[in-house]
């Protein structure tokens, strides 16, 4: 049985749990127990959508609800969820850095390496096509949040020890109150979560404003970039729609090893059986790309205008590269102005910090 680390918590509410004595004021005028806990984590309304953003929570065949959502904030952020209680879905997926990290590879439990990088998942609630993770294996959010708690590298934890874990928790309450009932099952777990994650949405950037005839912000540089992305550079074969990504797989030539003629990591054809996928992997979007390099499924290319280059060139040669790749004759001052472009995608309305209360 897993026990519950308090570190997150003050004694004073620890105690105040325990005992279940009501709530009260501590001498500073502070909240204790579980009225500090709601309070730390209250129920708001679903996010305003910012600009750039043209979809809308209603149109979502299951939207979130905001009961969902806090109870997803909580569960994100719990270290609990993991088989040492070391590790939560925000150690790899950090607000500071869109949701992604600035390692290569992410790290798990005992300090396990996997092979891939921890990608950003604002604006998901809207995808064009259902394609979760690099190689597309699961077709939701909530699939998707099954498996790392369950993958031995990342979380390491089985289905029933987290949902065990939570039972003895007072995580009961907001469950009945997120789905009107209290028993707790890994599939609402992944609920709540994947709600919570649908409200990370990421808009008003400058990109956007420009867009919208807002001529106080912007440069040259950038409009310049804008016209090669959607133009010479044709950056938006792949990279397109709200979120700069069709949710699709190609190869860039990405992990190719030129001396044994083989990918490192093969992709989307390890799910998709079709040998035209090998080394080709699910598009990211672009918004708050600058948050969080190094970039690609493998964290290989370590800035923004390497990553340009490396489409300049052409990709790496390898016999499954996308036919939509090839040398781009793009000037230095182009990749910069690419690359300003991009950096003009940077928004807000993703951000958060942890809850520093978690139900005990
Ligand atoms: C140890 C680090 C780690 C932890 C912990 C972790 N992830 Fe991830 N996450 C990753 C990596 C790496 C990938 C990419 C893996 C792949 O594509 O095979 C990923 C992929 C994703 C994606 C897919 C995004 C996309 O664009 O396809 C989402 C969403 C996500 N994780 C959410 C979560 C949630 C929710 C949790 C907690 C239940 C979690 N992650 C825990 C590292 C982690
Ligand atoms: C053929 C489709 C395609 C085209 C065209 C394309 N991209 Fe990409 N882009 C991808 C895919 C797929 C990846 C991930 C590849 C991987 O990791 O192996 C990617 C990755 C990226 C990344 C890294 C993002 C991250 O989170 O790691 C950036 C930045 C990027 N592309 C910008 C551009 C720019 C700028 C252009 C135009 C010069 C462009 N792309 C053209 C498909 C494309």
Same mark, same amino acid.
């Given at each position: 049985?897993?026990?519950?680390?308090?570190?997150?918590?003050?004694?004073?509410?620890?105690? %105040?749990?325990?005992?279940?004595?009501?709530?009260?004021?501590?001498?500073?005028?502070?909240?204790?127990?579980?009225?500090?806990?709601?309070?730390?984590?209250?129920?708001?309304?679903?996010?305003?959508?910012?600009?750039?953003?043209?979809?809308?929570?209603?149109?979502?065949?299951?939207?979130?609800?905001?009961? =969902?959502?806090?109870?997803?904030?909580?569960?994100?952020?719990?270290?609990?969820?993991?088989?040492?209680?070391?590790?939560?879905?925000?150690?790899?997926?950090?607000?500071?850095?869109?949701?992604?990290?600035?390692?290569?590879?992410?790290?798990?439990?005992?300090?396990?390496?996997?092979?891939?990088? %921890?990608?950003?998942? =604002?604006?998901?609630?809207?995808?064009?096509?259902?394609?979760?993770?690099?190689d597309g294996r699961a077709d939701s959010l909530e699939a998707q949040a099954i498996g790392p708690m369950a993958n031995p590298i990342e979380m390491g934890n089985s289905h029933d020890a987290v949902v065990a874990t939570i039972q003895q928790t007072s995580y009961t309450k907001y469950f009945q109150q997120a789905f009107g009932s209290p028993e707790i099952t890994i599939q609402k777990v992944a609920k709540a979560i994947a709600d919570y994650e649908r409200t990370r949405v990421s808009g008003n950037s400058i990109a956007d404003k420009m867009a919208d005839g807002d001529e106080t912000v912007g440069?040259?540089?950038?409009?310049?970039?804008?016209?090669?992305?959607?133009?010479?550079?044709?950056?938006?074969?792949?990279?397109?729609?709200?979120? !700069?990504?069709?949710?699709?797989?190609?190869?860039?030539?990405?992990?190719?090893?030129?001396?044994?003629?083989?990918?490192?990591?093969?992709?989307?054809?390890?799910?998709?059986?079709?040998?035209?996928?090998?080394?080709?992997?699910? =598009?990211?979007?672009?918004?708050?790309?600058?948050?969080?390099?190094? !970039?690609?499924?493998?964290?290989?290319?370590?800035?923004?205008?390497?990553?340009?280059?490396?489409? *300049?060139?052409?990709? *790496?040669?390898?016999?499954?590269?996308?036919?939509?790749?090839?040398?781009?004759?793009?000037?230095?001052?182009?990749?910069?102005?690419?690359? %300003?472009?991009?950096? %003009?995608?940077?928004?807000?309305? !993703?951000?958060?910090?942890?809850?520093?209360?978690?139900?005990?």
């Amino acid at each position: 049985m897993k026990r519950v680390s308090s570190t997150v918590l003050g004694l004073a509410t620890l105690a %105040a749990c325990a005992s279940k004595t009501p709530p009260t004021e501590t001498a500073a005028g502070a909240l204790t127990g579980v009225e500090a806990l709601e309070a730390d984590n209250p129920v708001k309304p679903l996010p305003t959508l910012p600009l750039g953003i043209s979809q809308t929570f209603e149109e979502l065949s299951d939207p979130p609800k905001p009961e =969902t959502v806090r109870l997803g904030r909580w569960l994100f952020f719990d270290k609990r969820l993991s088989k040492d209680g070391t590790v939560a879905c925000a150690t790899c997926h950090r607000p500071e850095n869109a949701f992604s990290e600035t390692t290569p590879v992410s790290t798990g439990i005992g300090g396990q390496k996997g092979g891939r990088k %921890a990608p950003s998942f =604002t604006n998901q609630a809207w995808t064009i096509y259902p394609n979760f993770f690099w190689d597309g294996r699961a077709d939701s959010l909530e699939a998707q949040a099954i498996g790392p708690m369950a993958n031995p590298i990342e979380m390491g934890n089985s289905h029933d020890a987290v949902v065990a874990t939570i039972q003895q928790t007072s995580y009961t309450k907001y469950f009945q109150q997120a789905f009107g009932s209290p028993e707790i099952t890994i599939q609402k777990v992944a609920k709540a979560i994947a709600d919570y994650e649908r409200t990370r949405v990421s808009g008003n950037s400058i990109a956007d404003k420009m867009a919208d005839g807002d001529e106080t912000v912007g440069n040259e540089q950038i409009k310049q970039g804008k016209a090669l992305f959607f133009g010479k550079a044709e950056c938006n074969q792949c990279h397109l729609g709200q979120n !700069y990504t069709d949710s699709l797989f190609h190869n860039l030539g990405i992990g190719w090893d030129e001396s044994k003629k083989a990918f490192k990591d093969e992709g989307r054809s390890a799910i998709s059986k079709k040998p035209e996928d090998t080394g080709a992997f699910k =598009t990211p979007g672009l918004r708050d790309v600058t948050k969080h390099a190094p !970039y690609m499924h493998d964290g290989s290319i370590g800035t923004l205008k390497e990553v340009v280059q490396h489409y *300049n060139k052409g990709g *790496n040669k390898n016999p499954y590269l996308s036919p939509k790749i090839r040398p781009l004759n793009l000037t230095d001052a182009e990749v910069d102005a690419v690359v %300003a472009f991009m950096q %003009a995608l940077d928004g807000e309305g !993703y951000m958060d910090v942890s809850p520093t209360l978690f139900p005990q």
